[in-house]
């Protein structure tokens, strides 16, 4: 019974003195901060060097002395940051990843200010100079002040087919106005589809039917009318 309490008595001391060790010895004091994203898109290149700059007071700290939730929370402040992990790196590093919330598309404002725009249609801080992402151009009054309207733009670029000539990637921009609904502009054949004031995705098919056609014959500059129930209309910018 006796070695048995020396044992536990010994196994708590070992234990208390590596803690000691491990908060106390100059080995593991961080040193070094890094801050990454892991986004591929140039955009809010500013949000590393201000989640580093406020993470400095760390630096002189044990390593294993300060709380990783504490240090996620204050990368997470920002509303343009999803998520943040953190990583001890011995001898005495701390690794922060930053995963920004990803845009679905961009609005341009009448200032031509870019704004990512979120799953749920909301507007994203605006990019900074020099910023872009590749993604669809969002135009109009009603779309810089209508998030379900936006909304309804990213549900519809997530439907469509990933393959074909009508794609996400294919559509360059997207105008709304409240007198004739929604339009798409298509490259390289420069295409303006018309589809109103509703998105049916139904209409897809039939609208990379004709670009397809148009491909073929290489026409461009043309207006593909989408908003009637049973048929597509083709005609060229200038007819009326």
């Keep these: 019974m006796l070695s048995r309490l020396l044992r536990a008595s010994a196994v708590g001391i070992g234990l208390f003195c590596v803690g000691y060790f491990l908060s106390t010895t100059p080995l593991f004091v961080i040193q070094t901060i890094s801050v990454s994203v892991v986004n591929t898109d140039k955009m809010y290149t500013e949000i590393p060097v201000k989640v580093k700059s406020a993470l400095l007071d760390l630096r002189g700290r044990s390593l294993f002395d300060i709380s990783l939730d504490d240090v996620v929370a204050v990368a997470e402040q920002d509303d343009r940051v999803k998520e943040a992990h953190v990583f001890r790196r011995l001898p005495g590093k701390i690794n922060v990843e930053i995963v920004l919330k990803q845009p679905f598309a961009l609005l341009f404002d009448q200032e031509n200010q870019a704004y990512p725009i979120s799953r749920n249609g909301d507007l994203l801080p605006p990019l900074g100079p020099g910023e872009f992402v590749d993604m669809p151009l969002l135009r109009g009054k009603v779309l810089e002040t209508n998030g ?33 609904g929604f339009t798409f502009f298509v490259g390289p054949s420069s295409a303006e589809i018309f589809l109103g004031h509703s998105l049916d995705e139904n209409k897809v098919l039939e609208i990379n039917k004709v670009l397809k056609y148009m491909e073929s014959k290489q026409l461009s500059g043309r207006i593909i009318d989408a908003r009637f129930t049973k048929k597509v209309v083709v005609r060229l910018r200038n007819e009326n």
């Design 148 to 180: 379900e309207r936006r909304r309804e733009v990213v549900d519809f670029l997530l439907s469509i087919p990933s393959e074909g000539l009508f794609t996400k990637n294919s559509i360059s921009e997207v105008w709304y106005s409240k007198k004739g």
